[in-house]
């Protein structure tokens, strides 16, 4: 008997487990060769051609366009780090597909299903509790800001720019925007533009936007600027129906082109009596008014996105005005200037200073597209550790340092733990090992060895990470070195890495419908 169409495919108990298990630890052994500071890059290519070069574990399983159910599951452990805490997304990953290796081996070893899931949820309780052990007493303060910007962009594609300089850029930028409690990342905007070395990168206190003056011979540039944001068009109004005038002599004629120029003045003067300086509409606006303005010394930016004009709005504090008889100086915003400058083929706004500044900009320079795109992403990890850092309080030693302390951890407590749930726990243990040894090898170092030194320098001085320093390795204390992640982007990667492992053990039939 039948219960599904013919076409559908089942795959039951072993089999679908092992299926299901295999295709996740391919995903994270995908990204493994990019962890950490000597990790590689990866170069993908999709259908058209587009090509992305990046370090980005969470760019690279999402190009990837990976159709597995269970490959996916991996593929959304990366994406909630990103969403949460911005870094660590190879990290998770990896920790994903070991956590599914180890189950994979206890399975053989006829344990349960269930107790492997229960064993892993008890050792990241361990987990958990481990990473408050590790947090650094001091105060996290500029230095160690810049310490976790910096360790978050050692070794992804800076474009020859250090990421120390980098680095103070990034924390200078989350310092602008910190409140009370929280930081207001979404305040902070990244901004690329090829053309020019990387060094040129700079923050801008305010906001840019693509956009070029409506009128060549507005000025370029308006001092202590007030600002309307209109969505008018502001041009002769056009029904929405065709409509033709029979005209038969000259005088109408004149007459028509009289009445539509002194409406188009009106608008013009309008604008011009209402005091505001700069314009910025995200409708048309008419050349003859353009130039009008433009007389006026007022600078106009048409056509803008609603999104962009919205933007301009909330940072500069101007009220968006649809209907130019509404329009008075208490909506118009400020900042100290705004600029018109042209970069090579593409022309920005600069809307600086003043009201503005609530908002910063991370003005991204490199020379080509790849590098200022992988800027780009490096910037918005750094940005995202760095908020994370300040608003937490807390950073835990990275290098591998945390996750050699966490397995020692959870081991010993496994030790207590009655039943075949120990040999989960063990295992739970066993699958952290794998940041560690991952940057070994992606240094060039033998693995286990470098597993084996790490854990008795662990033994006997505490904190023991493998360090990258310039062209030297060592093992040492990280926080000697200001090598720093946040607490928690280590606590999301074990969450959600447990999360995603159970979910995917515990399967043990997949029905495909055609
Ligand atoms: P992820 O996507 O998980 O953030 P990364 O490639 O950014 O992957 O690597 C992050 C890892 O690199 C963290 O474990 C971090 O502690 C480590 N790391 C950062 N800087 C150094 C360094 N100088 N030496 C050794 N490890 C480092
Ligand atoms: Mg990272």
């Known amino acids: 008997m039948f219960i599904m169409s013919e076409d559908s495919q089942r795959t039951q108990g072993r089999d679908a487990q092992s299926s299901n298990i295999m295709a996740g630890k391919a995903v994270a052994e995908s990204v493994r060769t990019t962890l950490g500071p000597r990790g590689m890059d990866k170069m993908l290519v999709d259908s058209s051609g587009e090509v992305v070069i990046t370090n980005d574990g969470a760019t690279i399983l999402e190009e990837m366009d990976i159709e597995h159910p269970a490959a996916q599951m991996i593929v959304e452990v990366a994406d909630s780090q990103e969403e949460e805490v911005g870094d660590g997304t190879t990290t998770a990953a990896v920790i994903a597909g070991n956590l599914l290796g180890e189950a994979e081996d206890l399975i053989e070893q006829d344990v349960h299903a269930t107790t492997i899931v229960e064993g892993y949820h008890e050792a990241s309780e361990i987990a958990l509790e481990a990473i408050a052990e590790q947090v650094q007493e001091a105060e996290v303060d500029d230095d160690v800001l810049t310490q976790v910007a910096e360790s978050s962009m050692t070794g992804k594609g800076t474009g020859g720019l250090t990421a120390e300089s980098l680095a103070e850029t990034v924390v200078e930028a989350v310092r602008h925007v910190e409140g009370d409690e929280k930081v207001a990342r979404d305040n902070i905007t990244v901004h690329t533009q090829i053309g020019a070395s990387s060094n040129a990168t700079e923050l801008v206190p305010g906001i840019i936007v693509d956009e070029d003056p409506a009128h060549d011979a507005m000025p370029a540039e308006v001092e202590d600027a007030s600002i309307a944001v209109l969505d008018v068009e502001l041009g002769v109004r056009t029904g929405d129906v065709d409509a033709e005038y029979a005209i038969d002599s000259i005088d109408q004629l004149n007459a028509a082109i009289d009445a539509e120029e002194s409406e188009v003045r009106g608008y013009a003067e309008t604008i011009a009596e209402s005091g505001a300086d700069v314009v910025f509409t ?125 397995a020692d951890t959870v081991r010993q407590e496994a030790a207590g733990i009655e039943g075949r749930k120990q040999l989960a726990v063990t295992a739970f243990a066993d699958a952290l090992d794998v940041v560690p040894r991952t940057l070994a090898a992606n240094t060039g170092q033998d693995p286990i060895d470098a597993l084996v030194d790490l854990r008795s320098a662990h033994e006997s001085e505490g904190r023991a990470g493998l360090i990258t320093s310039g062209e030297d390795v060592t093992i040492d204390d990280p926080f000697e070195y200001g090598v720093v992640d946040p607490a928690d982007v280590k606590r999301e990667a074990i969450e959600s890495a447990t999360e995603a492992a159970t979910m995917i053990v515990r399967i043990d039939d997949v029905i495909a419908a055609e």
Do not use: C, Q
């Not at 303005?293 to 962009?308: I, M, P, R, T």
């Not at 509404?326 to 400058?341: I, M, Q």
């Open 282 to 406: 995200s409708d048309d606006v008419d050349d003859r008014i353009s130039s009008f303005l433009a007389n006026e010394g007022v600078l106009v930016f048409e056509n803008l996105s609603n999104n962009d004009a919205g933007k301009i709005a909330s940072a500069t504090g101007a009220r968006r005005v649809g209907a130019l008889d509404d329009l008075e100086e208490d909506d118009f915003g400020a900042a100290d200037r705004v600029g018109a400058e042209n970069y090579g083929d593409d022309d920005l706004a600069f809307i600086e200073g003043g009201a503005a500044a609530d908002a910063v900009t991370v003005f991204v320079r490199g020379g080509t597209e790849h590098v200022v795109d992988e800027l780009e992403r490096a910037i918005g990890d750094a940005l995202d550790v760095a908020a994370t850092a300040l608003e937490s309080g807390e950073v835990v030693p990275g290098a591998g340092a945390t996750e050699i302390a966490i």
